[in-house]
């Protein structure tokens, strides 16, 4: 499971992830009814013909799943990575301005 650091802005939520040694292309990233899940695979990389002695980083398939709030835009959702960080951010609706209605008489 990677570790993250969930960040907010008056905007935006920022999530960025620790994913070391996964291409950024191989993860998904999806939002759906306020749940946004981050998953992929890390492979236990070795060299052929050797034997590991110790593994002490972790490989096999990860996720993680955040619940954001109803202010956040479904449709404003990007993700980036590198050097072994996945930003995910997700901006926030507009917030609904008060109209005035004209009475009419």
């Not at 060299?47 to 110790?54: K, M, N, V, Y």
């Not at 954001?68 to 449709?75: A, G, I, K, N, Y």
């Amino acid at each position: 499971m990677p570790s993250v650091d969930l960040l907010e802005t008056p905007d935006r939520f920022i999530i960025m992830a620790d994913i070391p040694g996964v291409d950024p292309g191989e993860i998904e990233v999806t939002m759906e009814e306020g749940t946004l899940t981050i998953q992929g695979e890390r492979a236990a990389a070795a060299p052929t013909g050797s034997e590991a002695t110790r593994r002490e980083r972790p490989s096999g398939r990860f996720y993680r799943r955040f619940s954001l709030p109803e202010t956040v835009d479904p449709q404003g959702v990007s993700a980036s990575g590198g050097h072994g960080v996945l930003e995910v951010v997700v901006c926030k609706l507009e917030p609904v301005k008060p109209t005035g209605i004209e009475v009419q008489g």
